[in-house]
């Protein structure tokens, strides 16, 4: 069974500071997804990164994944209000599980003005 | 807006009782996905359909059991309602052939009583 330990589970920090949050695994996935999820919503797709080593940049966050394709990291500079929400990673392992999510229990991210 | 709806958006049933829930893909999605997420936890996934057939388990018991119509509209039926069984319940639609792209719904919440 393939497991994805995200950290921390709980985040609350002051507009303009910066954040990380982890997702850690002892398995290889093909692909990591980056989900945000609202109250009463649906997770919702951020960014997917696909090759070991990659960054991705999406105006303030910036996304890492692993060499080994078994770790990602999430940052974001000068957190505001509006990042409030659930962050969720999820490994895609490929092959036959493809497209079937392995998520971490995610990180609950307040920003405080 | 993803353009993926579910119904109803919550219910409330008591232990034993059977329960259908029901998505509506994006149109031309031919692979529709269902999780379930707990309060507090990542969504963990129950199973995925692709042209109306069952494509991929994870490890939910037999009670669990869903449908994929011609339309790409899905239902997914859980039998003998159990306590544990509450909780959000999300679907997933992609186009498999075109996309690593999952598009989610906003959810029904399911509470057993």
């Known amino acids: 069974t393939q497991l994805l330990e995200q950290s921390p589970q709980f985040l609350s920090i002051q507009e303009g500071e ?4 982890y997702c850690n695994s002892s398995s ?10 609202e109250p009463g919503e649906g997770p919702v797709l951020l960014v997917t990164v696909v090759t070991g080593g990659e960054v991705k940049k999406l105006k303030r966050l910036t996304f890492q994944f692993g060499d080994a394709r078994k770790d990602s990291s999430l940052h974001i500079t000068a957190a505001q209000p509006g990042d409030t929400g659930l962050y969720l990673c999820a490994g ?7 497209g079937k ?3 971490g229990q ?3 991210l307040t920003v405080h003005p | 807006e993803t353009g ?3 119904s109803p958006t919550h219910l409330i049933k008591t232990r034993g009782q059977q329960v259908t829930l029901r998505c509506s893909s994006q149109s031309g999605h031919n692979t529709v996905s269902w999780y379930q997420q707990a309060l507090g936890q990542g969504p963990q996934f129950i199973f995925q359909y692709y042209r109306e057939e069952e494509n991929g388990r994870g490890n939910f018991p037999p009670r669990f059991s869903g449908l994929q119509f011609p339309n790409y509209s899905s239902e997914l039926n859980v039998n003998a309602l159990e306590l544990d069984d509450s909780a959000l319940y999300l679907c997933a639609s992609r186009d498999i052939t075109h996309t690593d792209t999952q598009y989610f719904g906003p959810g029904t919440r399911l509470t057993v009583l």
């Open chain 1, 101 to 103: 999510l392995t998520f």
């Open chain 1, 106 to 108: 995610g990180t609950i």
């Open chain 1, 92 to 98: 895609d392992a490929g092959g036959t599980s493809y």
């Open chain 1, 18 to 21: 910066n954040l990380t949050v």
């Open chain 1, 28 to 37: 290889v996935f093909s692909s990591l997804q980056w989900y945000r999820q």
């Open chain 2, 4 to 6: 993926v709806t579910q």
